[in-house]
Protein backbone atom coordinates (compact mmCIF):
# COMPACT_ATOMS: atom_id res chain seq x y z
CA UNK A 1 0.00 0.00 0.00
CA UNK A 2 1.05 3.81 -0.08
CA UNK A 3 2.31 5.41 3.18
CA UNK A 4 3.42 9.13 3.98
CA UNK A 5 6.69 9.86 5.82
CA UNK A 6 7.87 13.02 7.20
CA UNK A 7 11.58 13.76 6.86
CA UNK A 8 13.38 15.82 9.42
CA UNK A 9 14.31 19.14 7.53
CA UNK A 10 11.97 18.72 4.67
CA UNK A 11 8.18 19.53 3.65
CA UNK A 12 6.19 16.07 3.64
CA UNK A 13 6.27 14.40 0.63
CA UNK A 14 3.28 12.97 0.19
CA UNK A 15 2.65 10.39 -0.74
CA UNK A 16 5.42 7.34 -1.05
CA UNK A 17 4.70 5.11 -4.20
CA UNK A 18 7.12 2.77 -4.19
CA UNK A 19 7.43 0.57 -7.48
CA UNK A 20 7.06 -2.60 -5.70
CA UNK A 21 3.41 -1.38 -4.31
CA UNK A 22 2.94 0.27 -7.70
CA UNK A 23 3.36 -2.69 -9.63
CA UNK A 24 1.07 -4.80 -7.33
CA UNK A 25 -1.88 -1.91 -7.37
CA UNK A 26 -1.82 -1.69 -11.17
CA UNK A 27 -0.61 -5.07 -12.27
CA UNK A 28 -2.52 -4.62 -15.57
CA UNK A 29 -1.82 -1.56 -16.25
CA UNK A 30 1.59 -2.54 -15.75
CA UNK A 31 1.30 -5.98 -18.24
CA UNK A 32 -0.18 -3.96 -21.31
CA UNK A 33 1.91 -0.81 -20.95
CA UNK A 34 5.15 -1.35 -19.67
CA UNK A 35 7.73 -3.56 -21.23
CA UNK A 36 11.21 -3.35 -18.61
CA UNK A 37 14.28 -5.60 -18.75
CA UNK A 38 17.81 -5.90 -17.12
CA UNK A 39 20.89 -6.50 -19.69
CA UNK A 40 24.82 -6.92 -19.37
CA UNK A 41 26.82 -6.02 -21.64
CA UNK A 42 30.19 -8.14 -21.98
CA UNK A 43 32.57 -6.46 -23.57
CA UNK A 44 36.35 -7.47 -24.42
CA UNK A 45 37.51 -5.83 -20.42
CA UNK A 46 34.63 -5.72 -18.65
CA UNK A 47 30.85 -5.76 -18.31
CA UNK A 48 28.68 -3.10 -18.47
CA UNK A 49 24.98 -2.88 -16.99
CA UNK A 50 21.71 -1.03 -18.87
CA UNK A 51 18.22 -1.01 -18.09
CA UNK A 52 15.96 -0.71 -20.83
CA UNK A 53 12.02 0.04 -20.75
CA UNK A 54 9.82 0.37 -23.50
CA UNK A 55 5.81 1.80 -22.88
CA UNK A 56 3.15 2.47 -24.94
CA UNK A 57 0.68 5.50 -23.86
CA UNK A 58 -1.25 5.23 -21.12
CA UNK A 59 -5.18 5.56 -21.43
CA UNK A 60 -6.43 8.68 -20.32
CA UNK A 61 -7.85 7.09 -17.09
CA UNK A 62 -4.86 5.01 -16.20
CA UNK A 63 -3.12 6.08 -13.03
CA UNK A 64 -0.70 8.66 -12.29
CA UNK A 65 0.90 7.63 -9.06
CA UNK A 66 4.00 7.86 -10.58
CA UNK A 67 4.41 11.31 -11.10
CA UNK A 68 5.44 14.12 -8.37
CA UNK A 69 3.15 16.86 -7.44
CA UNK A 70 4.77 19.26 -9.73
CA UNK A 71 5.00 17.00 -12.59
CA UNK A 72 0.96 16.94 -12.35
CA UNK A 73 0.59 20.00 -12.15
CA UNK A 74 2.76 20.17 -15.04
CA UNK A 75 0.81 17.62 -17.05
CA UNK A 76 -2.53 19.08 -16.39
CA UNK A 77 -1.13 22.48 -17.56
CA UNK A 78 -0.25 21.80 -21.08
CA UNK A 79 -3.30 22.79 -23.32
CA UNK A 80 -2.74 20.22 -26.34
CA UNK A 81 -2.68 15.93 -26.14
CA UNK A 82 -0.09 16.26 -28.29
CA UNK A 83 2.54 17.70 -25.46
CA UNK A 84 0.21 16.07 -23.01
CA UNK A 85 1.22 12.09 -24.40
CA UNK A 86 4.76 12.98 -24.86
CA UNK A 87 5.50 14.17 -21.78
CA UNK A 88 3.70 11.45 -20.19
CA UNK A 89 5.46 8.71 -22.30
CA UNK A 90 9.07 10.04 -21.43
CA UNK A 91 8.17 10.20 -17.91
CA UNK A 92 7.15 6.95 -17.63
CA UNK A 93 9.53 5.22 -19.76
CA UNK A 94 12.60 7.10 -18.11
CA UNK A 95 11.06 6.03 -14.27
CA UNK A 96 10.70 2.57 -14.98
CA UNK A 97 14.34 2.67 -16.45
CA UNK A 98 15.39 3.66 -13.58
CA UNK A 99 13.89 2.33 -10.76
CA UNK A 100 14.40 -0.07 -8.43
CA UNK A 101 12.18 -2.60 -6.41
CA UNK A 102 11.78 0.09 -3.47
CA UNK A 103 12.56 2.89 -5.43
CA UNK A 104 9.90 5.53 -4.90
CA UNK A 105 8.64 6.21 -8.30
CA UNK A 106 7.17 9.97 -7.46
CA UNK A 107 10.49 11.08 -6.09
CA UNK A 108 12.63 10.05 -9.15
CA UNK A 109 13.19 13.19 -10.93
CA UNK A 110 14.46 13.40 -14.11
CA UNK A 111 15.80 16.84 -14.91
CA UNK A 112 18.04 18.41 -18.07
CA UNK A 113 21.22 19.61 -18.36
CA UNK A 114 22.57 22.80 -20.12
CA UNK A 115 22.18 20.95 -23.67
CA UNK A 116 18.76 19.73 -22.47
CA UNK A 117 20.07 16.36 -21.63
CA UNK A 118 18.27 13.76 -19.76
CA UNK A 119 19.91 13.55 -16.24
CA UNK A 120 18.71 11.38 -13.40
CA UNK A 121 19.16 13.75 -10.00
CA UNK A 122 20.98 12.99 -7.30
CA UNK A 123 22.10 9.62 -9.33
CA UNK A 124 25.56 9.32 -10.88
CA UNK A 125 23.79 7.13 -13.95
CA UNK A 126 23.39 7.83 -17.24
CA UNK A 127 19.66 7.71 -18.91
CA UNK A 128 18.70 8.28 -22.66
CA UNK A 129 14.95 8.80 -23.76
CA UNK A 130 13.08 8.51 -26.68
CA UNK A 131 9.65 8.55 -27.80
CA UNK A 132 7.29 8.87 -31.08
CA UNK A 133 3.86 8.92 -31.72
CA UNK A 134 2.01 6.31 -29.01
CA UNK A 135 5.87 4.31 -27.92
CA UNK A 136 8.20 5.53 -25.78
CA UNK A 137 11.51 4.20 -24.52
CA UNK A 138 14.37 5.06 -22.11
CA UNK A 139 17.78 3.31 -21.26
CA UNK A 140 19.74 4.00 -17.66
CA UNK A 141 22.79 2.78 -18.38
CA UNK A 142 26.74 2.25 -16.54
CA UNK A 143 28.03 6.05 -16.61
CA UNK A 144 31.28 4.99 -18.08
CA UNK A 145 29.26 4.46 -20.96
CA UNK A 146 28.37 6.75 -23.84
CA UNK A 147 24.81 5.79 -24.92
CA UNK A 148 22.06 7.45 -27.08
CA UNK A 149 18.66 6.32 -28.31
CA UNK A 150 16.06 7.13 -30.84
CA UNK A 151 12.70 5.84 -32.26
CA UNK A 152 11.09 7.37 -35.67
CA UNK A 153 8.20 6.66 -37.06
CA UNK A 154 8.49 5.46 -41.34
CA UNK A 155 6.49 8.20 -42.08
CA UNK A 156 6.20 9.31 -46.22
CA UNK A 157 6.20 12.72 -45.54
CA UNK A 158 8.86 13.08 -43.91
CA UNK A 159 10.85 11.58 -47.10
CA UNK A 160 11.87 14.36 -48.61
CA UNK A 161 13.35 16.34 -45.53
CA UNK A 162 15.24 13.24 -44.78
CA UNK A 163 16.63 12.51 -48.44
CA UNK A 164 18.15 15.96 -47.79
CA UNK A 165 20.27 15.09 -45.14
CA UNK A 166 21.38 11.87 -46.58
CA UNK A 167 24.85 11.85 -48.57
CA UNK A 168 25.02 10.12 -52.60
CA UNK A 169 27.76 7.42 -50.39
CA UNK A 170 24.70 6.85 -48.08
CA UNK A 171 22.07 6.73 -50.26
CA UNK A 172 24.22 3.58 -51.92
CA UNK A 173 24.61 1.35 -49.07
CA UNK A 174 20.70 0.49 -49.72
CA UNK A 175 21.78 -2.15 -52.11
CA UNK A 176 23.63 -4.07 -48.67
CA UNK A 177 20.60 -4.20 -47.07
CA UNK A 178 18.37 -6.47 -49.86
CA UNK A 179 15.46 -5.36 -51.92
CA UNK A 180 12.54 -6.01 -49.55
CA UNK A 181 14.09 -2.46 -48.00
CA UNK A 182 11.71 -0.21 -48.41
CA UNK A 183 13.40 3.26 -48.89
CA UNK A 184 11.13 5.00 -45.78
CA UNK A 185 12.13 2.25 -43.81
CA UNK A 186 16.11 2.35 -45.13
CA UNK A 187 16.07 6.73 -44.99
CA UNK A 188 14.65 6.37 -41.23
CA UNK A 189 16.86 3.61 -39.86
CA UNK A 190 19.76 6.56 -41.31
CA UNK A 191 17.72 9.20 -39.46
CA UNK A 192 17.52 7.25 -36.35
CA UNK A 193 21.30 6.56 -36.23
CA UNK A 194 22.35 10.35 -36.56
CA UNK A 195 19.96 11.27 -34.02
CA UNK A 196 20.99 8.46 -31.63
CA UNK A 197 24.64 10.07 -32.11
CA UNK A 198 23.68 13.34 -31.71
CA UNK A 199 22.77 12.23 -28.17
CA UNK A 200 25.48 10.74 -27.41
CA UNK A 201 27.58 13.74 -28.13
CA UNK A 202 24.74 15.98 -26.47
CA UNK A 203 24.91 18.10 -29.52
CA UNK A 204 21.67 16.75 -31.04
CA UNK A 205 21.46 18.61 -34.55
CA UNK A 206 23.06 21.81 -33.45
CA UNK A 207 25.79 20.96 -35.56
CA UNK A 208 26.25 19.52 -39.50
CA UNK A 209 24.26 16.70 -40.05
CA UNK A 210 27.23 15.48 -42.32
CA UNK A 211 29.27 14.97 -39.15
CA UNK A 212 27.47 11.95 -38.56
CA UNK A 213 27.59 10.19 -41.69
CA UNK A 214 26.98 6.67 -42.05
CA UNK A 215 29.60 4.60 -43.71
CA UNK A 216 28.66 0.85 -43.49
CA UNK A 217 25.37 -1.23 -42.60
CA UNK A 218 25.09 -4.70 -42.16
CA UNK A 219 21.64 -6.77 -42.33
CA UNK A 220 21.24 -9.64 -40.24
CA UNK A 221 18.49 -11.67 -39.04
CA UNK A 222 17.86 -9.47 -36.00
CA UNK A 223 18.59 -6.23 -37.45
CA UNK A 224 20.72 -3.74 -38.88
CA UNK A 225 24.24 -2.56 -37.62
CA UNK A 226 25.70 0.48 -38.95
CA UNK A 227 29.00 2.09 -38.82
CA UNK A 228 30.03 5.21 -38.63
CA UNK A 229 32.39 7.60 -40.90
CA UNK A 230 33.51 10.34 -38.31
CA UNK A 231 32.99 7.60 -34.93
CA UNK A 232 34.24 4.43 -35.57
CA UNK A 233 34.55 3.75 -32.27
CA UNK A 234 30.51 3.17 -32.30
CA UNK A 235 28.10 1.13 -33.20
CA UNK A 236 24.42 1.91 -34.46
CA UNK A 237 22.17 -1.29 -33.47
CA UNK A 238 18.67 -0.94 -35.20
CA UNK A 239 15.52 -2.97 -35.45
CA UNK A 240 12.77 -2.30 -38.27
CA UNK A 241 9.14 -2.47 -37.47
CA UNK A 242 6.37 -2.00 -40.25
CA UNK A 243 5.62 1.58 -38.55
CA UNK A 244 8.93 2.77 -36.98
CA UNK A 245 12.94 2.46 -36.96
CA UNK A 246 14.24 1.75 -33.01
CA UNK A 247 17.73 2.57 -32.76
CA UNK A 248 20.97 2.38 -29.76
CA UNK A 249 24.64 3.74 -30.48
CA UNK A 250 27.17 2.52 -27.81
CA UNK A 251 30.55 2.15 -28.28
CA UNK A 252 31.62 -0.79 -30.61
CA UNK A 253 34.25 -2.20 -27.68
CA UNK A 254 31.76 -2.67 -24.79
CA UNK A 255 30.56 -5.54 -26.78
CA UNK A 256 31.48 -8.78 -27.90
CA UNK A 257 29.90 -10.73 -30.91
CA UNK A 258 28.22 -12.38 -29.11
CA UNK A 259 26.72 -9.95 -26.24
CA UNK A 260 25.57 -7.87 -29.24
CA UNK A 261 23.60 -11.07 -31.21
CA UNK A 262 21.89 -11.20 -27.61
CA UNK A 263 21.17 -7.45 -27.31
CA UNK A 264 19.63 -7.21 -30.53
CA UNK A 265 17.30 -10.33 -29.48
CA UNK A 266 16.38 -8.55 -26.61
CA UNK A 267 15.04 -5.96 -28.66
CA UNK A 268 13.58 -7.83 -31.03
CA UNK A 269 11.79 -9.31 -27.95
CA UNK A 270 11.03 -6.23 -26.38
CA UNK A 271 10.07 -3.60 -28.93
CA UNK A 272 6.63 -3.52 -30.23
CA UNK A 273 5.23 -5.15 -33.45
Not at 64 to 92: H, I, M, T, V, W
Not at 96 to 125: F, K, N, T, W, Y
Request: aromatic share 8%; hydrophobic share 40%; charged share 25%.
Amino acid sequence: MCVTKDFPGKKNRGTVMLYTTFAKQYEQFLSHTVRRISFELEGPEDRYGLKLSVVSLPPEDGPLDYLSAAEKEQYFGFKYPRRRNSYLLGKLAAKMAVAEEQDDLSEIQVDHGILCQPLVAGSDRKITITHCDTLGAAVDYDPRLLLGVDMELVDEKAMDALRRITSKEEEGLMKDLGPELAPTHFLTLLWTAKEAMSKVLQTGFTVPTDLFEIKACTRGEQGVISQFKNFPQFKAISVLRREYVFTIVLPAKAMTNGSEARLLQCLQEMLPL
